[in-house]
């Protein structure tokens, strides 16, 4: 029987001031997928581990199963599968969780297909995953869970997907607090006008954040990670988010902000040992008020979704 | 006695969609200043040239020697200076000539004093010159001109300025119609709030542009030279706008655009024979209309001021 293991990596979208367009891939946490052929016909979803029985089960509302339909409509194929999500991160907490279930699903039965389709091509069909997770195809999760590293997506009519170099020094501490935001009442709390003054101070820091990772420039990084639009509506909802980024930038971090839509956080620091340090720090910080959290440490993953084995 | 001659060149502001962020500096046209210093004890605006008789000959009024009283003020000096100015490019045309004036005049009587500021500490008291110029004290003319090469201004509060790589390749075509727009009316028609869609498309753009410039990447910068909030309000001010893209991309420009407020059109290409063909179809189309067109050829100038000669 054709079987495949494939790993797709959790992500930081937005990246500050990035909102909607730039976003990057971590080591870890991530999702797994399990995926075999056989002759049922059927696109089933057989066993979920991780998920605390909250995702659903049905194969056309859960984003494993719905993507690998839009695949063989797509290409035009009807054959059975058998699917196996092994949820290794967590959801609900703004560290793209449906976009690597849906990238380590396309990636996955394309592997199975024999890659008929490029990394690339497999991309709006992950955009149609993240339009049944929370009703926008938007690419900032899907693209670097997919391709790997730190993403452009400079257009998105048509979609200019442009992979940008980074300095190798970047770890990230990412910090998921225990608290549920979902994505689509975060991004309903979004105002649909911005006053110039504040998109162009937006731009600005965009124009930096991409001048410091492709000329290396750490401290232009720090300095361009600055979001006047957007954070300072969702940070309401993020329990210390204010003396959070007071603890991290004291502590040696380049940078600050909120990962995807929430409630996870990220720090932007030039070395393993400072996110380390920042991780342990904001953890103690939310312990002290009552709050659980889980800490990620890890390089920007240059290489995104990872075949873990294939037996064809 | 002891005298200076300075030469300050013309800018392309704004840059696509890099509104009041991004600037370059040309090799031509631009400004030139003559100073000498006296005992009078007074700034004296002694000649202009090149100005049609249109620039104020008060010299708290005119920009060139108004500088000179703002960096007098900043050093607590007291010093008698006699001011030349030669306007050797167009004014209300959308390539800085306010700004070019502003730095000759700074430069020079930096030098006259022996330098004790850098570049970098004129450009406030250069932009306070365009506060006197248009009413907005924006850097994007005048630091390029300052600092030469292609800028981002990443900030205004507190300023940041940074110097970005491009590809030696880049030729610029600049096209100035003799028509009238005066920047202060050019903002004026400016929205103050701005759809969000329309300010992620914006700052898509902009790292597009960034990365494309700072990794030499032509066809990126050539897809991300589109600006969806300034250029369709300002374009209708401007002849034939959409008629001259279509003959600048027909003829393999990278991209086009409004320079400053315009009306200066300018158009990047990736060598200087594509520049000049363009500058001359554009030239002969607006001829065709019975509007007569300045044009001018330039890489990206990255010496910026000159002081042509120094007596001290």
Same mark, same amino acid.
């Given at each position: 029987?054709?079987?495949?293991?494939?790993?797709?990596?959790?992500?930081?979208?937005?990246?500050?001031?990035?909102?909607?367009?730039?976003?990057?891939?971590?080591?870890?946490?991530?999702?797994?997928?399990?995926?075999?052929?056989?002759?049922?016909?059927?696109?089933?979803?057989?066993?979920?581990?991780?998920?605390?029985?909250?995702?659903?089960?049905?194969?056309?509302?859960?984003?494993?199963?719905?993507?690998?339909?839009?695949?063989?409509?797509?290409?035009?194929?009807?054959?059975?599968?058998?699917?196996?999500?092994?949820?290794?991160?967590?959801?609900?907490?703004?560290?793209?969780?449906?976009?690597?279930?849906?990238?380590?699903?396309?990636?996955?039965?394309?592997?199975?297909?024999?890659?008929?389709?490029?990394?690339?091509?497999?991309?709006?069909?992950?955009?149609?995953?993240?339009?049944?997770?929370?009703?926008?195809?938007?690419?900032?999760?899907?693209?670097?869970?997919?391709?790997?590293?730190?993403?452009?997506?400079?257009?998105?009519?048509?979609?200019?997907?442009?992979?940008?170099?980074?300095?190798?020094?970047?770890?990230?501490?990412?910090?998921?607090?225990?608290?549920?935001?979902?994505?689509?009442?975060?991004?309903?709390?979004?105002?649909?006008?911005?006053?110039?003054?504040?998109?162009?101070?937006?731009?600005?820091?965009?124009?930096?954040?991409?001048?410091? +990772?492709?000329?290396?420039?750490?401290?232009?990084?720090?300095?361009?990670?600055?979001?006047?639009?957007?954070?300072?509506?969702?940070?309401?909802?993020?329990?210390?988010?204010?003396?959070?980024?007071?603890?991290?930038?004291?502590?040696?971090?380049?940078? +600050?902000?909120?990962?995807?839509?929430?409630?996870?956080? +990220?720090?932007?620091?030039?070395?393993?040992?400072?996110?380390?340090?920042?991780?342990?720090?904001?953890?103690?910080?939310?312990?002290?008020?009552?709050?659980?959290?889980?800490?990620?440490?890890?390089?920007?993953?240059?290489?995104?979704?990872?075949?873990?084995?294939?037996?064809?």
């Amino acid at each position: 029987m054709q079987s495949v293991s494939v790993f797709a990596p959790a992500t930081v979208a937005n990246v500050g001031c990035g909102y909607d367009v730039l976003g990057f891939a971590l080591e870890k946490p991530g999702d797994r997928v399990i995926m075999h052929l056989n002759n049922s016909g059927q696109i089933t979803l057989d066993r979920i581990e991780g998920d605390q029985g909250l995702l659903p089960k049905d194969p056309e509302k859960n984003i494993v199963t719905a993507v690998i339909k839009y695949y063989f409509d797509k290409l035009n194929i009807r054959q059975g599968v058998s699917v196996e999500l092994y949820k290794e991160m967590p959801f609900g907490s703004g560290l793209g969780s449906s976009s690597a279930s849906a990238v380590a699903g396309l990636v996955a039965i394309n592997e199975l297909m024999g890659n008929p389709l490029t990394r690339e091509q497999l991309l709006p069909l992950a955009m149609e995953g993240e339009r049944l997770a929370c009703g926008n195809a938007h690419a900032d999760n899907v693209a670097p869970s997919l391709l790997g590293g730190l993403v452009l997506i400079r257009s998105y009519d048509p979609l200019d997907v442009v992979r940008l170099p980074y300095p190798d020094s970047l770890h990230v501490a990412v910090l998921y607090p225990h608290v549920e935001i979902p994505t689509l009442e975060a991004r309903k709390i979004l105002k649909t006008n911005v006053p110039i003054t504040d998109a162009i101070k937006q731009w600005g820091n965009v124009g930096g954040l991409v001048a410091g +990772f492709c000329t290396g420039d750490e401290q232009l990084i720090g300095r361009s990670l600055q979001d006047y639009i957007i954070e300072p509506v969702r940070a309401m909802l993020i329990p210390d988010f204010y003396q959070m980024r007071t603890i991290a930038m004291k502590n040696n971090a380049l940078g +600050f902000g909120i990962s995807g839509s929430g409630p996870s956080v +990220f720090t932007l620091c030039n070395n393993p040992d400072t996110a380390s340090r920042i991780i342990e720090l904001l953890k103690n910080h939310l312990a002290k008020e009552g709050i659980d959290s889980t800490g990620y440490i890890s390089a920007i993953n240059n290489q995104g979704p990872v075949i873990q084995q294939s037996n064809k």
